[in-house]
């Protein structure tokens, strides 16, 4: 039976848990204070520590806090972070994406910095400053990187936040003994779709969405095992799903995958949901990370990342490709279908003049299609935001601690 106008506006009769209101997804005061609340306190994944191997070799990163950033390798190997903003006038350093530089030169007014971070020179700066400016006072700023997890280099912006590790606790126990082994990147883009970037999470939080996926449907949900996964929440807002083995023979005519990956069963498949926006998906023979960096309350940039091991033979790291080209890449056979979903989302949300509803209703004892994991998040979220997901208007409580 369709719903008349009132009736499409009333609350859903479930618990206030599970469901939410959809202004948290397109509020511009409720972005702005998760940037503050949220992005700002927590570890973020900017890179890998295989994206910069060499001395000098950076990359930018756009944190989603809103803060320019690049991640560089020193003449000491080790990796340091620092916001992209020269000290004098605010100017952007560097613009390129990624490089390799000795020195870092402003291009407004040729200020100079050295890997470590330390100013090395001012133009003209006797002459214009006397003795009133010393070159140790104008150093960058240096912001929290640790690496960790797979060879990841995270960046945490709050100077009085917890460590990577308290941060994590046990949530990534399920991978641990699959990243023991120096992985390197093989594979990287970014899309930008006109959604929120809670949607793309959602659906990484999820596995009802599988409907979506014929070739997820034959592989993975006709197999024995597949409604079984438990979901487990961790401290923090983050979630894992048990491991299950994935018959990809169901859908390539009998061919079966030869190559597997250290520590993980034959067709195993682990994800693991990172909050407030990152996932770890090992499957089979390819480790994918994603990394949701909003733009704004209603545009996502989607950072992928496909992953093999650095000691890959030629014939091995060709096989990790094509396994996840197959199904991940921007050509494959799921992540277009995924996209597409949270596009259609963003699309409705924003056309909304009033407050509706998202349900996270499903209860199926924590298994995989049980919604869970994206009430677990919620909790975390308005934990953070000092906010009720489902109310989010509401006067807000002040935020807990992180």
Known sequence: MSRNAAQWTQKPKLPSTHYVDTRIYTDEQIFREEQEKIFNQCWIIACHESEVPNPYDYRTFNHPGGEPIFIMRGDDMKVRAFYNICPHRGNILLYDPVGNAKRVTCIFHAWSFDCKGSCTDISRGTEGYQNRLSKDDVGLREVRAEIGFGGFVWVNIDDGACTLKEYIGDALGLLEPTMEQPMEVFHYHKAIVNTNYKLWHDTNSEFYHDYMHYFNRITGMMQPGYFDRKYVGYPNGHASVGSMSIKYDAYDGG???????????????????????????????????????????????????????????????????????????????NLHEDLLGVHGQGLAMREMTDSKWVIHGREE?????????????????????????????AESRPAAAA
């Open 365 to 393: 004892s924590s298994t995989i299609h049980d919604e869970i994991g994206m009430r677990h998040f919620y909790a975390e979220w308005g934990r953070r935001m000092g906010r009720k997901a489902y109310d989010p208007m």
């Open 255 to 333: 061919e079966q995958r030869g190559l597997g990956w250290p520590g993980l069963a034959p067709g195993g498949w682990i994800l693991v949901d990172v909050f407030p926006g990152m996932t770890y998906n090992l499957r089979t023979s390819v480790m994918r990370i994603d990394t949701s960096i909003p733009l704004g309350p209603n545009k996502v940039m989607i950072e992928f990342r496909g992953l093999g091991l650095k000691s890959d033979t030629p014939e091995q790291r060709a096989e990790r490709i094509r396994d996840h080209n197959t199904i991940w890449g921007p050509f494959g056979r």
